[in-house]
Structures are given as C-alpha cells and as structure tokens.
C-alpha cells in the first residue's frame, strides 16, 4: 500500500484498501473466516487447523467482535440479569450483565471485578434513556449490585434470584448437618449422619431408590439435622404460589417457625430472607416470567467458553471471548463465500 507524507496534515497517510483494516496484516474475509471458526473450537484448535498462531485468531475474532460493538443496537431492553463468575485464581471475578428478554437473550457487558464502579460502567455505556426503560432486573443478594440497582433502575421491578436463594438455605443447612455431626462424634454417638449430606441437600424426585430408604431411617431420629431438613422441604413449597399476597403469607409463617426452631443457621437465613422479602415476592409480581435460572445458563456456557481454551491469561483476551460466544453481535459484510 502507498505511503504519503502529507505537509498539510503532517502525518504520514496510508493509502486505505476495501479488503484490509489498517496495519491488520491478515483481509478482512479472512479474519471473517477465522471468527467464525474460533466460535465453534477454541483458538487453539482454530490456529492449528489452519496453520496460522493464536495471536492471528485473537486479532481475528478482536477486529469482529470491535466491528459487532460498534454496530450493535441495543434498542429496547425490558429485562436484565446481572451475575458473577470466577475467571482466575485469587479470587478474579467478571461482572456479566445479560439481555434476558423473552424473545432475546444475549450478553450485554462484561465488566472486570465486582464492585460497585464496574457495574456502574454498564449503565455507563447504555445511557440513562435505555436504562430508564428497563422493566425488570434479576439478581442475586450482592450488596454493590443492590445499590447500583436502587440507584440506576430505581422504577424496575427487582426480583431476587431464586437460585442463590436456594443455594443460601442449603448451606445453612449443612451447616446445621456438620456441626452436628461433630458433636455426636465427639458425645461417641452412632454417626447416622455420616456421608449423608447430599442425602439431604437433592430435591426429593431427584434420589435414588436406595437412597430414599436411607433417608427414610434417618428422618427417624429427632436431630436438628432432621428438623431443619423439614423446613426446608417446606420452603420449596414457596414456588407452587401464584399470587404474590398468598405467597407472602407463607414466607411469613415460614419465617416465624424457624425462629422457634432454635436453629441458629437456619434463623439466620430466616433473617435473611426478611430483609429481601420484597424483592422475593417480586418473582411472583412477575408471574414468573423472569428469574436468574436463564443467567445461570449464560453463567454456563461463558465457563465452557473459558475452559476450552484452559483459562485466559488477560482480561481482555477474556471479555473479547465472551463478547463473541454470547454477545450476538453483527458481523461485518464478506464479499467472498467459504465452503
């Protein structure tokens, strides 16, 4: 390509060609090519089947995913989920906000870490005039994530995550399995509880027919373990509600026979689910229609996209992987067609 130093504008000027983008030194078809590629395999894999390097695949699968940014259009978002996931050791979290509409589902923003400011940054980049119009947010219990919803979305209908919910009560309860089983060891009692916590922790449908018997024995005994296995089994009742009044009435009564437990983990949790009664019941105001569970399999499928390439060694190389597997952007016209 022709070089000219031009003396008006006193920079040296390349001559611009339609089948290359700057000092790309792969064309346009070809990076093309190479994306599409790299979405169905790793980019190891891609680089290795076409005898190419893997920082030629990243340039490839960086000029599309650049162009697909730039050209997307957001239009109207009526339902968000925002959720973490773990991309490193150390603890190195990625905030991943989602389009969870029920005709559109996609990857909105990723954001690096989980603090306030990095969530901040998506409505940031949305603008206040789509932000203003988002009807429905799901999330979990994080606190950061909490704030930055009561202060950007203020108007949308918050629903708690039904997953994390669940997620809370079952370690509350092997919380209440474990120290029990400590004490009867230490008291020389027979270890009924041993090797049965995910006995209890599945979903009754979900146990073998063995394994019913033996939890058939152990409801049995009278131990906490057993007591705070029932209220949780109660709990799931919760979800076969309709009406957010009647389900409310549940989680009240609910609540008040954990707290005569005298089960400290689970009126712990009882707390808990006070202090977000609200945004629980939002799920039925809802009509459930919106919940984290399509979050959740987001979440999965941006941790394939991670381990197929057995973890990335910078943010970026991470955000841009994500963006192409689960952003649904638009892809830059190719005048040449590959079979």
Known sequence: MRRVNCHRCRIVVVEEVPWGDGKRSLTKVYMLYLARWARRRSWKETAQAFRTSWDKVFDAVEHVVTWGLEHRVLGQIDAIGVDEIQYAKSHKYLTLVYQIDLDVTRLLWVGKERTIESFQ?????????????IVFVCSDMWEPYLKVIREKCSEALHILDRFHIVVKMNKALDEVRAGESRRMALEGLAPVLKKSRWLLLKREEDLKTEQRFRLRDLLRYNLKTVRAYLL????????????????????????????????????????????????????????????????????????????????????????????????????????????
Request: one cysteine or more; aromatic letters at 14%; glycine letters at 6%.
């Open 232 to 339: 949780k089994e109660a709990f799931q009742q919760l979800w076969d509600y309709n009406s957010p009044t009647w389900a409310g009435k549940f989680l009240d009564e609910w609540c008040r026979q954990v707290v005569r437990s005298r089960i400290e983990p689970m009126k712990k949790f009882a707390r808990t689910v006070r202090a977000h009664r609200e945004m629980i019941l939002n799920y039925f105001r809802a009509r459930k229609q919106f919940s984290s569970g399509v979050v959740e399999g987001l979440n999965n499928k941006a941790k394939v996209t991670m381990r197929k390439s057995y973890g990335f060694r910078t943010f970026r190389a991470t955000e841009i992987a994500l963006y192409h597997a689960l952003g649904s952007l638009p892809e830059p016209s190719s005048t040449h067609t590959f079979f």
């Open 121 to 133: 940054g998506f409505f940031t980049v949305i603008g206040e005039e789509v932000a203003s119009n």
